[in-house]
Structures are given as structure tokens and as C-alpha cells.
């Protein structure tokens, strides 16, 4: 059984910066891609930011310079620092991970943790 277990979302004022956690459960998973996505109140979830197990980051343009995506192996973590915050950056923030454990390859997703930018 694989979890993924986020942390770290709240409210900030437009500029500030916020970084969310997801850490995965499961003993004998290995993590291989990690995202985090992201949707807003009425619009479809969209991909913000992917690493690969060698570290390789790459970010949507709307991000870019201002998101910052890191991975912890040993830890089957993965980050994302958020800094210069817009009030288009509020949504609910997903993990979403590719991996192998021992019944074979899978697709995980959080529960997901709110940001919401405002003043």
C-alpha cells in the first residue's frame, strides 16, 4: 500500500512564499517521477512542476523563476518551494508520484492541501 501525505499548504498574502511537503509511506516503494498539479475553483488540474528520480526539474511556463520543485530520496520526499505568490497561484496542490514496489508499478495521488493567496 502506497500513501502520499502532504503538508504544508495555508494562507499567504500575494509575494509571500509558502513550501509544501509530500512525503511517501510503503516499504518497499520506490518513487520514480514526482509532481505536484494543482486546480483551481473551476478549472481543470493542471501540472505545475515534475523532477525525475535523477533530480531533472521542469516547470510550467505560468511558474517559471518563481516555483522551485527538490526531491529527498532517501526520504521518498518531494518539495515545492513556492515563493512571489499570485492570487492566481491559489488552488488545491496535489502529489502525484510513478513508482514501483513489490506488486509492480503504480500511479499515486494525494489528498491534496489548499493554498490560497490573498491580502
Known amino acids: 500500500q502506497v500513501q502520499l501525505v502532504e503538508s504544508g499548504g495555508g494562507l499567504v498574502q500575494p509575494g509571500g512564499s509558502l513550501r509544501l511537503s509530500c512525503a511517501a509511506s510503503g516499504r518497499s516503494f520506490s518513487p520514480d517521477i514526482m509532481r505536484w498539479y494543482r486546480q483551481a475553483p473551476g478549472k481543470e488540474r493542471e501540472a505545475v512542476a515534475w523532477i525525475t528520480s535523477g533530480g531533472f526539474p521542469t516547470y510550467a511556463s505560468s511558474v517559471e523563476g518563481r516555483f522551485a520543485i527538490s526531491r529527498d530520496n532517501a526520504e521518498k520526499t518531494v518539495y515545492l518551494q513556492m515563493n512571489r505568490l499570485k492570487p492566481e497561484d491559489t488552488a488545491v496542490y496535489y502529489c502525484?508520484?510513478?513508482?514501483?514496489?513489490?506488486w509492480g508499478w503504480g500511479n499515486y495521488w494525494g489528498q491534496g492541501t489548499q493554498v490560497t493567496v490573498s491580502s
Open positions: 502525484n508520484v510513478d513508482g514501483s514496489a513489490d
